[in-house]
């Protein structure tokens, strides 16, 4: 059975870390490309990050630039999003998903399995 389960998230003040993981079962890792995506209250969901299946990254907000990190461990099945100096428009609720390729889309129509979402929320 595919499935990908996000962990990681939780409450964090301005200026923190929180590195979010994504465990993958039920299909080959290294076929596909992995995207984190976000969906904060009032607005769309919208791309985040995406490591191909050559592990390649690609970010697709140039406020996370610098400052996310996205890695795939493929012994542990995983995909990490490493997030640091968080801002409080960071906050949202954050889901990784499977693209159904292995190059990258920020189109939320290009991946056919998502998390459940965990919630990062920044503030003081």
């Known amino acids: 059975q595919l499935q990908l389960v996000e962990s990681g998230g939780g409450l964090v003040q301005p200026g923190g870390s929180l590195r979010l993981s994504c465990a993958l079962s039920?299909?080959?890792?290294?076929?596909?490309?992995i995207g984190w995506f976000r969906q904060a209250p009032g607005k769309e969901r919208e791309g985040v990050s995406c490591?191909?299946?050559?592990?390649?990254?690609?970010y697709f907000i140039p406020s996370v630039v610098g400052r996310f990190t996205i890695s795939r461990d493929k012994a542990k099945k995983t995909v990490y999003l490493q997030m640091d100096s968080l801002k409080p428009e960071d906050t949202a609720v954050y889901y990784c998903?499977?693209?159904?390729?292995?190059?990258?889309?920020?189109?939320?129509?290009?991946?056919?399995?998502w998390g459940q979402g965990t919630q990062v929320t920044v503030s003081s």
């Open positions: 490591i191909t299946s050559k592990d390649f990254p690609t």
């Open positions: 039920g299909f080959t890792l290294e076929n596909y490309a």
């Open positions: 998903a499977k693209s159904l390729h292995y190059y990258c889309s920020d189109g939320s129509g290009a991946y056919d399995y």
